[in-house]
């Protein structure tokens, strides 16, 4: 499937790579999860978070984090508070260094805390965009908030795109460990 346009394929995409997701968490070995991650030897990975993230834990709060972004910024300007997506002084040039301090924020936090603050962060965003029509999330211009791009957008981002994010970062760590 490519990149949902549609409610239904939105709410498919982000169950399925959500259930595909928890799926290669579960299949990781003790081993896997006790090996630091480490991408620095391959080339091709020059993207900061390939640096950034250390374990599991530390995806699934990234994921976790984004998240609160999505259902904080929605529920605001539903609200009537004007509020953009990136929380001040960061924007798309600079959400990297937000990545950072959500990082930073979350080290003492442990693995079992992290997957039950996906579980109910996922199940959270997934009902909001229950509430939504299929109008409201993939036609432009509906809500002024959004601006140039579609509420329904912003949704794939935060879940069926950024599961699959995580499943290749998890996916290059398992192919890391089993070449040691």
Known sequence: MGRPTTKTDLLTAASENYEKLNALIDGLTEEELATPFDFSSDEKKKEAHWKRDKNLR????????????????IQANQNGEEKPFLPRPYNWKTYGELN????????????????????????????????????????????????????????????????DWAMKKLKAHRKNCAGR
């Open 58 to 73: 530390d995806v699934l709060i990234h994921l976790y984090e984004w998240h609160q972004l999505l259902l904080s910024w």
């Open 100 to 163: 950072k301090v959500f990082w930073s924020k979350h080290q003492n936090t442990s693995l079992d805390e992290a997957k039950n603050m996906l579980r109910q962060s996922h199940a959270e965003v997934m009902k909001l965009a229950e509430t939504f029509s299929n109008e409201e999330l993939f036609s432009k211009g509906v809500y002024s908030w959004v601006g140039g791009s579609t509420l329904g957008s912003y949704f794939v981002s935060n879940t069926s795109s950024h599961y």
